[in-house]
């Protein structure tokens, strides 16, 4: 996902830091030390990642747009101004208009806030902007939480005891909040010092930066794969003690099959799949080998040439036109498939699935799934005519039967009209009337719609006055005792509300 760098450049940054009776060091040097250290590690380890830097005081500004240039980054970081005095607002202000216009309001965005823990003073400040929360109008809304899915870190340049001396870390813990609480606050730990800054940004990558390697096996094959963007825990909303559920870095393919069987499955998030060359035989050389070491072909060429079970799944699912499919844990699967991002380029990719052990209901339960070798005949015909999927349920859904929806007002509108009609033709429609008042009569019991039946039983009694003298005397007794039942249902009384219930004609002796 991609990473938006706040950098705070105002005028408490430049604050001078003492290191062990040597120069002078600002705030912001230190600040730059650690975003250096992040960006190295992400150039080596994150290389796909794309990142922004900003910076801000009471105004922002984009210094670096999305970019994988991280030397870029770094001499951006290098020439960094000073400015007036701190604004929090108006750089999440920035931050929300950044990362709309670049990816829209569906791609989730890591936001890292590096900071001194300085509020700000007077209008603007963040303590200011807190306070005014709920005496805000629709036109000047805090931008907090984004209209897009936020990790919010906020790196401080200060201890905890520096900052809880004022109310500054309460209002860092609220603003934390008002992003949603995915993320943390660090600070430094003892004096402030290159060492310290180290350790705050060391603790930023392993929490959430540091890569994803897994073991992708098949069988008697394996291969060492990076999962890019690291797969985050899923907790599951409708288990009684939800625990989050993480992706096991042992990642077992346990079936393939056809595109057109598996279709368009939903999933939660989409992965890319990295082979990781392993040099297992690393030999030291020594000082005299220099003239034999600039023949040695690279590192990276040397895994070009090694067989790697990664590639050779690549290649055989974009050629067979298949996915497999693969264990992510207990009774969570996900697929691998290739996925092209032009003619000529196309990249391994890993999808995954619900947690459960029926994600996909047309496959049912993926332990079910068994090789066609297995099967008494051929599931898909000897011609590939027929297809075991979807599998069909024992039980028959709610949605295949024939129930009464109203989704719009035409629909209960057309129904009330047929009703009608048919109560204008009794006694010739008698058991047609009685079929649609019935079934009017369940669904508006089910949906507690009391009122209907009151306003179909004055409808009725209506249309029972306004019966012509050439109409059939059983008509106005049908309509009559009609409205009658109605009205009892509409009390809800258990004896005439029952569901199961139905309104049957009134007998009369008239004869036509």
Sequence with gaps: MPTVILMDVSLSMTRPVSLDGSEEFQRKNLAVHGLNMLFEHMASNYRLEFTALMAFSSLWELLVPFTRDYNALQEALSSLEDYDKTCVESALNGVNNLVQQEWGSACPCQLVLVTDGSLGIGKGSLRHSLQTLKHRGEDKKFPLPFPFPTKLFIMCVANAEELQMTDAMDNLE???????????IFTMDGPLCMKSVQGMFGRLIDYAYSPFHAVLHCGNLSSDVQVFPRPEPVVMDEEVEPMPRTVSADLEIVG????????SPPVISRHLVLPIAVNKDVDEVGTGATDELEEEPSASQMAGKSPNFCVLLHGSLKVEGMVALVQLGPEWYGMLYSQADSKKKSNLMMSLFEPGPEPLPWLGKIS??????????????????????????????????NVTVWIKASGLQTDVQKILRNARKLPDKTQTFYKELNRLRKAALAFGFWELLKGVADLLERECTMLPDSAHPDAAFQLSHAAQQLKLASTGDSQYAAFDHNIVPMHTDFSS
């Design 174 to 184: 609220e603003l934390l909040r008002l992003s949603g609480g995915d993320g943390q």
């Design 256 to 263: 393939f099959i056809e595109i057109a069987d598996i279709s």
């Design 368 to 401: 079910y799934l068994g090789p066609i070798s297995e099967a008494a005949e051929n599931p898909y015909g000897e011609d590939d005519s027929k297809s075991p999927f979807p599998v069909q349920p024992q039980v028959k859904r709610s949605y295949a039967q």
